[in-house]
């Protein structure tokens, strides 16, 4: 291409400051470096994450935020066989080195090279960022950046996809939903006819809801604190609905109790310490798995009785739904083309890039599930 090799002027929303609204600015993309990769981005979406730490008082300021997201490859650095200009791709905020003992683990994908990193705001092969304005650097978000019309990446961080999946629905498997799928299909494996809990029904519950579907799971109970969230969540197969907010006991009892011992797999997704005991005490003895996927207040501790063990009750955590970046997500937009997989229901709003700040008030006011933006109006 034309720009290969060359600084790229384009349009990224920067973050300024903390909890700041995000401002459209021209801002200059240097070309990568070895094992790099430059993308066009066409679509990205909001995820909690990305409000999290523009929300933290953290300082790493100024900066491009954005992990959710679909391209197209502009030009490559120096080592990358893998990819060239024109390949469809998704970003990854989490890598796959393919080197490391995790990469070559079939059972972990947490890299040791490219997991995720929320402090470091430059570059790994050199310590710098590829965004500037007026020579000023402005700094990466767990190496993607995506609000940003043209990226640069680590090799390891992009996944080439089908080309001729839309990247406007796909976007969206990059984070979230595919945590969520995969803390279903490849964590907790429901048999078929089982009974699952989902413990938080935003995004990531809903996508464990659908995976729990899709592996065939007869009864899937939600369980949130927000009643308005029910009848969206039947959309991705769950067949009934606790609120802990009506029950004078605590909900793993509940559970218990509607399924005569307790449930066979949970799958937690809000990161709140009681309900991650919840769904852990809530299953089955002899077989019940519970599956740990939201993230924990920093000084939270797990308390349960050894016994919930001792009685064959197994306790698992996952990240990124233990898909492998770039092997794994491929065959995950498979699943979406040969219509396996629903993705359209999870995309509740979109917006042009230049309207980026109404992503950030529609999830402030708890409304739809994923908003997608549109770089190109």
């Known amino acids: 291409m034309a720009t290969a090799g060359k600084v790229i002027k384009c349009k990224a929303a920067v973050a300024w400051e903390a909890g700041k609204p995000l401002s459209i600015e021209e801002v200059e993309v240097a070309p990568p470096q070895a094992m790099e990769v430059r993308v066009k981005i066409l679509f990205t979406a909001l995820c909690h994450t990305d409000v999290y730490f523009w929300e933290a008082k953290t300082p790493v300021f100024?900066?491009?935020?954005?992990?959710?997201?679909?391209?197209?490859?502009?030009?490559?650095?120096?080592?990358?066989?893998?990819?060239?200009?024109?390949?469809?791709?998704?970003?990854?905020?989490?890598?796959?080195?393919?080197?490391?003992?995790?990469?070559?683990?079939?059972?972990?994908?947490?890299?040791?090279?490219?997991?995720?990193?929320?402090?470091?705001?430059?570059?790994?092969?050199?310590?710098k960022s590829r965004f500037s304005i007026d020579g000023k650097p402005i700094y990466?978000?767990?190496?993607?950046?995506?609000?940003?019309?043209?990226?640069?990446?680590?090799?390891?961080?992009?996944?080439?996809?089908?080309p001729e999946a839309p990247l406007d629905k796909v976007c969206v498997l990059s984070c979230g939903i595919s945590t969520?799928?995969?803390a279903s299909i490849n964590v907790a494996k429901p048999p078929k006819g089982s009974t699952v809990a989902i413990f938080g029904l935003g995004a990531v519950g809903l996508a464990a809801a659908e995976g729990a579907r899709i592996a065939g799971a007869s009864r899937i109970i939600g369980i949130d604190l927000n009643a308005n969230r029910f009848e969206e969540a039947r959309k991705f197969?769950?067949?009934?609905?606790?609120?802990?907010?009506?029950h004078n006991k605590p909900v793993q009892e509940v559970l218990i109790e509607m399924t005569n011992g307790g449930v066979d797999r949970s799958v937690e997704c809000t990161g709140n310490i009681n309900a991650m005991i919840q769904a852990f005490e809530c299953v089955h003895d002899g077989w019940g798995v519970a599956v740990l996927v939201g993230v924990p207040h920093k000084d939270a501790e797990f308390k349960t009785h050894p016994m919930n063990f001792l009685n064959e009750r197994t306790l698992k955590g996952t990240f990124f739904g233990?898909?492998?970046?770039?092997?794994?997500?491929?065959?995950?937009?498979?699943?979406?083309?040969?219509?396996?997989?629903?993705?359209?229901?999870?995309?509740?709003?979109?917006?042009?890039?230049?309207?980026?700040?109404?992503?950030?008030?529609?999830?402030?006011?708890g409304e739809g599930i994923r908003c997608i933006i549109r770089m190109e109006n």
């Open 62 to 127: 100024p900066r491009i935020f954005g992990h959710e997201a679909g391209g197209i490859v502009e030009s490559v650095g120096e080592g990358v066989t893998e990819l060239a200009p024109g390949d469809h791709v998704l970003p990854v905020f989490t890598g796959e080195c393919k080197e490391c003992p995790h990469c070559k683990s079939a059972e972990s994908n947490m890299c040791d090279l490219l997991r995720i990193n929320t402090d470091r705001g430059v570059m790994l092969s050199d310590g």
């Open 140 to 162: 990466h978000f767990v190496g993607t950046s995506t609000f940003s019309e043209y990226t640069v990446l680590h090799v390891g961080c992009v996944a080439k996809i089908n």
């Open 180 to 182: 969520g799928l995969g």
């Open 237 to 246: 197969g769950c067949t009934e609905f606790v609120n802990p907010k009506d």
């Open 322 to 365: 233990n898909f492998k970046p770039r092997t794994d997500l491929p065959n995950v937009v498979e699943m979406y083309m040969k219509k396996e997989l629903e993705v359209e229901k999870f995309i509740t709003h979109s917006v042009p890039f230049s309207e980026i700040n109404k992503a950030f008030d529609l999830m402030a006011k």
